[in-house]
């Protein structure tokens, strides 16, 4: 069994599923989904995701109640980041969108089964 180990950092794209004009969920969240599939793809970068149930402040003052995308990125170059999170931001008509950044401990194990031939 072999394995590399290296500290990188995890970044977390948060992303409400509620228009910020409308304030309400304006399509279904497996379309979202799908875009937010696209999007990484265009980027060729990694990534893994959670549906949550959030809360956000509006910039007027207004609670509302959200599904959130919270996108996970491990070591991905921040302007591609940064990029990522701008495209959701627009395709998803948000306000805002928040990235959190983390240092983790990462590591892949390799393993195969030995096959005779």
Same mark, same amino acid.
């Given at each position: 069994?072999?394995?590399?180990?290296?500290?990188?950092? =995890?970044?977390?794209?948060? !992303?409400?599923?509620?228009?910020?004009?409308?304030? *309400?969920?304006?399509?279904?969240?497996?379309?979202?989904?799908?875009?937010?599939?696209?999007?990484?793809?265009?980027?060729?970068?990694?990534?893994?995701? %959670? !549906?949550?149930?959030?809360?956000?402040?509006?910039?007027?003052? &207004?609670?509302?109640?959200?599904? *959130?995308?919270?996108? *996970?990125?491990? %070591?991905?170059?921040?302007?591609? !980041?940064? &990029?990522?999170?701008?495209?959701?931001?627009?395709?998803?008509?948000? =306000?805002?969108?928040?990235? *959190?950044? %983390?240092?983790?401990?990462?590591?892949?194990?390799?393993?195969?089964?030995?096959?005779?031939?």
């Amino acid at each position: 069994m072999k394995h590399r180990k290296s500290m990188m950092i =995890e970044t977390k794209i948060y !992303v409400g599923l509620n228009d910020s004009v409308t304030k *309400t969920q304006i399509h279904d969240t497996g379309t979202y989904v799908e875009i937010l599939r696209k999007v990484c793809l265009a980027y060729q970068t990694p990534f893994s995701f %959670d !549906v949550q149930e959030g809360g956000y402040i509006h910039e007027n003052g &207004e609670y509302t109640n959200e599904k *959130t995308l919270v996108l *996970t990125l491990i %070591d991905a170059d921040k302007k591609t !980041v940064d &990029e990522i999170a701008k495209d959701l931001c627009v395709f998803f008509n948000q =306000e805002s969108v928040l990235i *959190t950044e %983390d240092y983790i401990r990462a590591y892949q194990i390799r393993e195969s089964l030995e096959t005779e031939s």
